[in-house]
Structure formats: structure tokens, C-alpha cells
């Protein structure tokens, strides 16, 4: 391994700025020179991707930023002594020896050997000391190649000598497996975000983790055989595990979506503890059971609240019926759009007496938006029979489908629309559910799944939805659909107001898929002579716009208050917000909720009131500034999210200019944790304000001087 790192890879007491973005710049910027990688920037992207989602500094001073990259064409190790030193996210402040290990794509067990034999070495005193008092290059490389030989602090004659003088070699125990499944309702930001930042602490616990995104994009399985091996499974969704039987009697802790966000090594620390735990919970069923409903739905003892469960149930729901409605929605305006909006009385007779050979009055244009429209009314009609099924596919697992959709066909009959969709789908789950639970002789066992629990659950599912609950469910619709219709005025602005905030509540999660699935339900009932329910919808996706843009433009306003990651991530908040997806607010949330959150919640409400007063539509359910043919009086949709973005950025930087958050000392460390207060501090004037740095227990120190607005 003495090729790794060369005297050409390492600088020394050299002013390389005062963020870490150029320190890894450099690195990167030497590596290449050195004809280990190609593409500087491509690297540089590689490694700073890496370091926005987990800071590298360690405590000591020190910090390893690190990625694989197409870009590099051998494992390579690089290193820095800063002069100043420079801020790499440590607790206890700036590092001032810096490595950089770049791998190529598909070096992973080389990368993370390398990074493992370099940490355990850097927490070694002498060798870290050896490290600042070295004169040189050639001094820094023989220290290195000695720690990479198992030799901390040995030279490079050393590190090549015979293998009789070197230490022992201690075998190393293989490292605990886990595995773990991630999924969020609509499968684009929380499901990759969880699952990077569960591998991350996975790695900093020493565990091996395989993890499965069941995302938006499909979802590659577990190898069979590494979910046989694995000690515990961690669950982190908002829906239901699809083909949860897989992980039937592995240890379990689930939880979610958002902790495997934001406290990954807990969740981490509680699998292996429940790996160890004989008593601990277990996935429900038997992996060989041929019904399939053992395994899904009844976690009866897991301690999960009722109130948790149906959230999950729900979600999954909702999840699954996005792409239909995504679909449809965008076909039907897209039909509007070519055909006008009267396609809709005769757009199926246009279709089935015309072709593209005998074009109807109004030419191709009408042909082919009454095509569209057929299309996407089509897709539209799946929305409550996909919700339902679905739902019952969340409690019954794959034999809760059919009699999930039926209830939901059932549903559409009685003119019982979403909230018959909702009560269908729990019924259906839950009665399938039931049926796979009794006891059978084995020789029918297999027909459970695919005759007897279809057949008996639709029977009594759709037949309480015909005979007792349809007309009841069906009257409470007509009249949310009568009150939609009269919203008018003031009542409509505070409708935007209630929509707008829950969009930016949590920015992706339960309160914000509430407010959307109510939008996306409505929208199948807009017309032209009722655009209520498309107001809704505009309302809804305006408002959901709104934080991610926000924040990219506080990010342009004063870059002082945001650290250099979090200015990376305003750069693509920029195309987040204006595709929709609120998620891309989620890490300046994390890092500052109480400042953040607010000042997305003002102005996704003001977005919202102002969307509704205005009578802005929207007949797409998702596509944001994308879907632009979609959205009617498109002016207004626009200033209403200029509006509610600058209202939010101005109250973004006002707040962290001002309202500080005060640092705790921790009860049994002593260190001083950045936390906020239970009441905010507001700094009178601009300047710097004393901070008491972290020093160790009887010790004194004197305050640090930290910029107003700066993160502490």
C-alpha cells in the first residue's frame, strides 16, 4: 500500500482558505496532478456530495473527507496541513490535518479498509503528534505508509521490511450485518435520504448495513441470502414494507422515515441491541406461509400505537394512488390544453369514431387532446379503487388487494369518492386480514391467497359498503363537495391560509401528505363550472413551492449566515422548489427548525391565501412551475410564490441575524451544545456576542467571539 500516498500529495502550512470546500478543492486539484483521477471538478463534486450529507471532522483536529468517483483511476490518499486551520463540522472545532481518500466507482472495500486503518490509526496520540511536528513531505509519507502498514508511526523502510519483525496479525472479527428498508409516501427525497444517512452511521458503528430503497423509482430486492445472514432489520418508512414476509422472525425496530434522518445512530444502536435480545420484537408470520397475511399486517405485539399504524396504513394508500392521479391529472390538462375545455362532453364519442385517418371537426389538434383526455380520465378513475386496495395491501399484505380494490370500485358506485375510498380499503384490510388468520387445513392453505380470502373478503367488505355505509359516506361527500363549491371571499383566503401553512408544517411529511391528499382527491371533481377543487390543488402545490425556494434565496442574500453546506444545498433547493418537491428545504430544517420552519410556514400561507383569492387553478396534481400548460391564470401563480418566497427568505435572515439560539452546557460532559433555548436570546446590536467554548470539566477558558448569525 505504499503507492497510496506520494510527497506530490501532500501539502504543508499552506493558507488554503478558510472553508473546507477549498481545502477538498486543493486536494482534489493535487490528485489529478498527480494522474490519480481525471477531472478535478468531477471529483471535487464527488468528495463535497459526500461531506454535504455527513460532516468529516473528528475530534483531535482532524478530518477525513472522502468519496468514490468514476473520475479517480487508483485508490488514493492525499493529505493537508492547513495554515489557518479550518472548520470540518467537528464538535470541537477546526482541523488542521486533513486527509482526503479517493477511490475509484467500484472500489468500495478498498475505500473503506483504507478509511478504517487511517481513523484507527489518527486516534493514536503519537501519532497524530508525529504528524504536526513532521518537517516535511518525505516525513508525512513514511508516518502514513507505517500507519497503512499496520505500523503506526513506523518509516517507509519499516513499513517494507520482512514481516517476521512486524507486529502480530490479529484476526478480525467479521462485522455484524444488518439490513434495513427505507420508503417515504412519495418515494423522491425521505426514502434516499434516510437510507444515506443509515448507511453513514452504520459505518461510523462499525456495522456492515445493506439497505433497500423503496422509492419512487422502483426498488431493488435484498439478496435472499444476505437477509438470511443479517442479525436485526431496520425498518424506516412512512408506508408499508412491500413483501415484509421476506424479513419474517429477524429482529425488528422500526420507525418513521424522518428519524432515519435525523437519528440514524440510534436507530443503528437500537438494532443491534435488539440483535442481541432474545425477547426483543420480531417481524410477524412465517416466511413459508402461502397466504402472505400472516406476515404483514399482524406486528399485534409490537407496541406500535393504533393511531401510528393507521397513519402507515393511510400513507400507503396514498402513495400508490400518486401515480395514477400524477398521470391522469396531466393528461386531462394536456387534452384541455390541445382539444378546450369542452372535450370533456365528447371526447369518448370523438375517440371511437375517429381515427387519425378521419380526423372529427377541429382537426388533429381536438383528435388528439380527446385522446389525452380518454387517457387520463382512464388513469383519474383508478384514484379511490388504488387508494383502497392499496390500503388494505398496507394490513393484509398481497391478498388484501383485490378485495382493497373492489371495496374501492364499490365505493365509486355509491358516489362514496375518497373518504369511501378510505373506509373501503380499512374495511377490506382489515377483514382479509381476518380471514388469513384462521386456521386452515394445510391441503386448502394455498388457495387462501388467491380464492378464498378474495372471494369471502369481498363479500363481506363491498357488501357492508352497499348495503350500510355507501349512502351515508356518499351524503357527508355531497355536502364537502356543496360547502367547496359556495367557498367564496374570505373563506376561500382562509382555505389557502389552513393549506398553505400544513404544506411547510413538515415539509414532506404526515401534516403536508394530509393537505396534498386532500387536494389530489378534489381534483377528479373540478369542472369547468366548479374550479374550486382545482384551486385547491393550485393552492396546495404554490404553497408546497414555496420553503425550498426560500431558502435558495436566503442562501443569495446574506451567504454569511449559512454554512458552505448548506449553500451547496441552496443551489439545488433552486429546482427543487420549482419542481415541487418541499423536501429540498429539509436539511436547512434540520439544522435550524425553530428559525426555518416559521418563516416557511408565513409564507407558504400567504402563497396559499393569495392562490385562493385570486382563483389560480391547477388541473395537475404535481410538476410545479413544469406543468405551467396545466395551471390557469399562471401571472398570479407565479407572483403568489415570488411573494410567499420573499416574505419567508426575509424572515429566514432576519431571524438568524437576530434570534439567536443559546448554547446549553451538557449536565455530563460539560460541553457546550448549540441547542434552542426555551426562550431565544435577541442580540441587541450587530457584532459578535461571547460564547463560552467547550473546555474540559474544572477548566476555564475565556469566551469565543462568534459572528452574530454564524452557526454555533
Not at 147 to 168: D, H, I, K, R, Y
Request: glycine share 12%; charged share 15%; aromatic share 6%.
Amino acid at each position: 500500500m505504499s503507492s497510496l500516498i506520494t510527497t506530490e500529495l501532500v501539502v504543508l502550512d499552506q493558507d488554503l482558505g478558510a472553508e473546507k470546500s477549498g481545502v477538498i478543492r486543493a486536494l482534489a486539484a493535487l490528485v489529478v496532478a498527480a494522474g490519480r483521477a481525471t477531472d478535478t471538478e468531477a471529483l471535487y463534486a464527488a468528495a463535497w456530495d459526500r461531506e454535504s450529507k455527513t460532516d468529516t471532522g473528528i475530534p483531535g483536529g482532524l478530518a477525513i473527507p472522502h468519496c468514490r468517483s468514476a473520475a479517480v483511476l487508483e485508490p488514493t490518499l492525499a493529505m493537508a496541513r492547513p495554515r489557518p486551520a479550518v472548520d470540518f463540522g467537528a464538535a470541537d472545532g477546526p482541523a488542521d490535518l486533513v486527509f482526503f481518500i479517493a477511490a475509484p466507482d467500484g472500489a468500495d472495500q478498498e475505500h473503506l479498509v483504507l478509511l478504517s486503518t487511517l481513523a484507527r490509526s489518527l486516534i493514536k496520540p503519537e501519532f497524530v503528534a508525529a504528524l504536526r511536528e513532521a518537517p516535511d513531505a518525505e516525513a508525512i509519507v513514511a508516518l502514513v505508509e507505517g500507519a497503512l502498514a499496520g505500523v503506526p508511526g513506523a518509516s517507509a523502510a519499516a513499513a517494507t521490511a520482512p514481516v517476521a519483525s512486524a507486529e502480530p496479525v490479529v484476526a478480525v472479527a467479521p462485522k455484524p450485518l444488518l439490513v434495513a428498508v427505507t420508503a417515504c409516501p412519495t418515494g423522491i427525497a425521505h426514502t434516499y435520504m434516510a437510507a444515506d444517512s443509515l448507511v453513514a452511521a452504520a459505518e461510523r458503528a462499525g456495522v456492515e448495513l445493506q439497505v433497500e430503497t423503496q422509492g419512487s423509482s422502483g426498488a431493488q430486492p435484498l439478496d435472499p441470502a444476505i437477509i438470511a445472514r443479517a442479525a436485526a432489520v431496520v425498518f424506516a418508512v412512512d408506508v408499508d414494507v412491500r413483501d415484509k414476509a421476506r424479513f419474517a422472525g429477524k429482529p425488528v425496530i422500526q420507525a418513521p422515515v424522518k428519524r432515519g434522518i435525523d437519528e440514524p445512530d440510534a436507530m443503528i444502536a437500537e438494532a443491534l441491541a435488539a440483535a442481541a435480545d432474545p425477547h426483543a420484537r420480531r417481524v410477524a408470520g412465517d416466511a413459508g406461509d402461502a397466504s402472505g397475511a400472516s406476515a404483514a399486517a399482524a406486528d399485534s405485539g409490537s407496541g406500535e400505537h393504533i393511531g401510528v399504524k393507521l397513519k402507515r396504513y393511510l400513507l400507503t394508500g396514498v402513495s400508490y394512488m400518486i401515480p395514477f392521479v400524477a398521470g391522469g391529472g396531466l393528461l386531462i390538462a394536456l387534452g384541455f390544453l390541445l382539444a378546450g375545455y369542452q372535450i370533456n362532453a365528447n371526447a369518448t364519442d370523438i375517440v371511437l369514431h375517429n381515427s387519425l385517418w378521419n380526423l372529427p371537426d377541429g382537426g388533429l389538434g381536438t383528435y388528439l387532446g380527446a385522446v389525452s383526455f380518454v387517457i387520463g380520465a382512464a388513469s383519474m378513475g383508478f384514484l379511490v379503487p388504488a387508494l383502497a386496495g392499496y390500503i388494505a395491501y398496507a394490513i393484509a399484505d398481497r391478498p388484501g388487494i383485490a378485495v382493497g380494490f373492489t371495496a374501492g370500485a364499490v365505493a365509486l358506485v355509491m358516489n362514496a369518492g375518497f373518504l369511501g375510498g378510505l373506509v373501503g380499503g380499512l374495511l377490506a384490510g382489515f377483514i382479509a386480514w381476518a380471514i388469513g388468520r384462521l386456521r386452515v387445513p394445510r391441503v386448502i392453505r394455498g388457495l387462501m391467497p388467491v380464492v378464498i380470502i378474495p372471494l369471502f373478503g369481498s363479500i363481506f367488505a363491498s357488501g357492508l359498503m352497499l348495503l350500510v355505509l355507501g349512502g351515508p359516506i356518499a351524503l357527508l361527500m355531497t355536502g364537502l363537495n356543496d360547502w367547496l363549491s359556495s367557498l367564496t371571499g374570505a373563506s376561500a383566503v382562509l382555505l389557502g391560509i389552513i393549506l398553505g401553512a400544513m404544506m411547510a408544517v413538515d415539509l414532506g411529511g404526515p401534516i403536508n401528505k394530509v393537505a396534498y391528499a386532500f387536494a389530489v382527491a378534489g381534483l377528479a371533481a373540478g369542472t369547468v363550472d366548479n374550479q374550486v377543487p382545482w384551486q385547491i390543488m393550485a393552492a396546495v402545490m404554490a404553497a408546497g413551492m414555496v420553503p425550498p425556494l426560500a431558502l435558495a434565496l436566503a442562501t443569495v442574500i446574506d451567504r454569511r449566515l449559512f454554512s458552505a453546506a448548506e449553500r451547496e444545498n441552496g443551489k439545488a433547493a433552486w429546482f427543487l422548489g420549482a419542481a415541487f418537491i418541499s423536501e429540498g428545504a429539509i436539511p436547512f430544517a434540520a439544522a435550524d427548525p425553530l428559525r426555518v420552519i416559521p418563516a416557511g410556514i408565513v409564507g407558504s400561507a400567504l402563497t396559499g391565501a393569495i392562490v385562493m383569492g385570486t382563483g389560480v387553478t391547477s388541473q395537475a396534481p404535481h410538476g410545479g412551475i413544469f406543468v405551467f400548460f396545466a395551471i390557469g391564470n399562471i401571472g398570479m401563480f407565479l407572483v403568489a410564490i415570488a411573494a410567499g418566497m420573499v416574505v419567508s427568505a426575509g424572515l429566514v435572515v432576519l431571524l438568524k441575524r437576530y434570534v439567536r439560539r443559546r448554547p446549553v452546557v451538557g449536565a455530563e460532559t460539560g460541553a457546550a451544545d448549540a441547542v434552542p433555548a426555551s426562550v431565544t436570546a435577541v442580540a441587541p446590536v450587530a457584532g459578535s456576542v461571547a460564547v463560552p467554548a467547550a473546555v474540559p470539566a474544572g477548566a476555564t477558558a475565556a469566551p469565543q467571539r462568534v459572528p452574530v448569525g454564524a452557526k454555533h
